[in-house]
């Protein structure tokens, strides 16, 4: 099984980017994905989730309103679309799944990681 999340780069404060995850080895409509951030010093923390039916999505009330999570079933792969970025929201962004039919926004619950894809969010 491998996670491979892209699409991050640079981009200006209240800019847009959309991150992807993209699965070998699963498929994603069998699993509950979410994303989560690092910023430099800090911890991982949650950022969003999908559930398993590919309708119900939960935030971090740091990105709610501003972040969207979407699955594309035909390409397998999980979208994060980013508007309104701000300074804070620079850090290495990882997808990751799990089993649970739930919400999940502990870490410890998910157990495949992609590598992380790095966002830089400039004045």
């Known amino acids: 099984v491998q996670l491979q999340a892209f699409g991050g780069g640079l981009v200006q404060a209240e800019g847009s980017l959309r991150l992807s995850c993209a699965a070998t080895g699963l498929t994603f409509s069998s699993y509950t994905v979410a994303w989560f951030r690092q910023a430099p010093g800090k911890e991982r923390e949650f950022v969003g989730v999908i559930s398993r039916n590919g309708v119900t999505t939960v935030y971090a009330d740091s990105v709610k309103g501003r972040f969207a999570i979407s699955r594309d079933d035909a390409s397998n792969t999980v979208n994060l679309q980013m508007n309104n970025l701000k300074l804070e929201d620079t850090a290495v962004y990882f997808c990751?799944?799990?089993?649970?039919?739930?919400?999940?926004?502990?870490?410890?619950?998910?157990?495949?990681w992609g590598q992380g894809t790095e966002v830089t969010v400039s004045s």
């Open positions: 990751a799944v799990t089993h649970r039919n739930s919400a999940a926004t502990s870490t410890s619950l998910y157990h495949f």
